[in-house]
Structures are given as structure tokens and as C-alpha cells.
């Protein structure tokens, strides 16, 4: 199946790619990213060094993923996402004569996406926190702290207002009775337990 990589694509040294990924135009790949296979890296995008991405992720276009970031298989991240990793960065030094080092120092607080998670577009994902299975982050939202796995965060800074199912639709809005739920479009079943935690009772094929 072989490795797509666009012409104007810019790879460093060192970068891992699986079978079937394909690389769009004028993407940039820092030196030590590790990215699986059948992946899809959208145009302008940049990923930085020793970033690791699962299998199956789709990255679509002008997306920043910095350093110490770690996404598992099967994440959706929509066009103009941007990752963080510094909460209190600055570009020099005190006496501002010497600018600061861009390699990661105890400044750097990573981020990791867990499987099959969905980010919209034109998100800001903070650092030091993640987002957790399938749960699915909305258009134009500013992730500030650690996302439940299933669970729908929207605004700034986003907040769970509901969770989803595997396949995409909302379960249900919260708040919501602790209980089990049932996916309207596949019947998938899903436990709700005190603080909102949500369990699947039926795996889907």
C-alpha cells in the first residue's frame, strides 16, 4: 500500500510512517514523530518532534500539534485545531536579551488523546490533561481540563453538556438520572453512573 507524501510536504529526519498513511501538500514533520498507519495528515498542518499518532487518525488542514502530545488510534481532529504545552510560556528570559529555548524543558506538560475521540473545528486544546475515549469536543471550543471518555464538552472553556455514542449521535444531555441509556441510531447501551460516568454495556461489532 506504500506511504503517500505530497511534494511540498517537509520531513525531518527520523519520522516513522505506517503503510497506507498519506501526507498532504506542505505539511511539516519535526524530526522522532511516530505515525501510524492509514492515517490522513491535512494540508498546512504541522506536527512536531517526537509527537506520536496511532492508527487510523484523521488530521485535517492547518492543524498544530506540539510537542508532547500523544494521539491514540482512531481520532478525528478537525481543520485549525491547535495543541498547547507550555501554561505560562514567555519568548525570553527575564532580562529580555536572551530568548528562550523552544526544546521542552520542565515547562512542557503533555496532552493525550484517547481512541476514537473526536475534536472540532477551530478548537484550542490546553496541556497536562486528556481527552478521554470517544468523547467528542465541539467546534470552537477551549479544552482547559480533562474530558471524560463519551462525553460532548462545548464552549470556552468547555464544559460536558451530554455524551455520545461510538458512532457519533448524543446519548443523551446532561444533567441526566443515573441509569442506562440506549443510542437512537445503532442501540448501543451505555450505563450512566454518579458523576457522569459513562460505561458501555454492549460492545458494537
Given at each position: 500500500m506504500g506511504v503517500r507524501i505530497h511534494e511540498t510536504a517537509l520531513i525531518e529526519q527520523d519520522v516513522v510512517f505506517g503503510e497506507g498513511t498519506s501526507v498532504w501538500d506542505n505539511v511539516h514533520v519535526r524530526h522522532g514523530a511516530r505515525i501510524g498507519e492509514q492515517c490522513i495528515i491535512g494540508e498546512k498542518s504541522y506536527i512536531a518532534y517526537d509527537v506520536v499518532i496511532g492508527n487510523r487518525v484523521k488530521i485535517n488542514a492547518m492543524v498544530y500539534i506540539c510537542a508532547a502530545v500523544t494521539i491514540e488510534d482512531g481520532v478525528m481532529i478537525s481543520a485549525a485545531t491547535t495543541f498547547t504545552n507550555d501554561r505560562f510560556p514567555r519568548a525570553t528570559m527575564p532580562d529580555l536579551k536572551t530568548l528562550r529555548s523552544s526544546a521542552p524543558d520542565e515547562h512542557t506538560l503533555p496532552t493525550l488523546v484517547r481512541e476514537g475521540a473526536t475534536i472540532g473545528a477551530g478548537c484550542t486544546i490546553?496541556?497536562?490533561?486528556?481527552?478521554?475515549?470517544?468523547?467528542?469536543?465541539?467546534?470552537?471550543?477551549?479544552?482547559?481540563?480533562?474530558?471524560?471518555?463519551?462525553?460532548?464538552?462545548?464552549?470556552?472553556?468547555?464544559?460536558?453538556?451530554?455524551?455520545?455514542?461510538?458512532?457519533?449521535?448524543?446519548?443523551?444531555?446532561?444533567?441526566?438520572?443515573?441509569?442506562?441509556?440506549?443510542?437512537?441510531?445503532?442501540?448501543?447501551?451505555?450505563?450512566?453512573?454518579?458523576?457522569?460516568?459513562?460505561?458501555?454495556?454492549?460492545?458494537?461489532?
Open positions: 490546553g496541556n497536562d490533561l486528556t481527552i478521554g475515549r470517544w468523547a467528542m469536543v465541539g467546534m470552537g471550543s477551549v479544552v482547559t481540563r480533562t474530558v471524560p471518555d463519551f462525553h460532548l464538552v462545548l464552549g470556552s472553556p468547555a464544559r460536558s453538556v451530554g455524551f455520545v455514542c461510538k458512532c457519533g449521535p448524543l446519548v443523551t444531555k446532561f444533567p441526566a438520572a443515573p441509569g442506562v441509556y440506549t443510542c437512537a441510531a445503532c442501540d448501543a447501551r451505555y450505563r450512566l453512573d454518579a458523576g457522569d460516568l459513562v460505561t458501555e454495556i454492549t460492545p458494537r461489532e
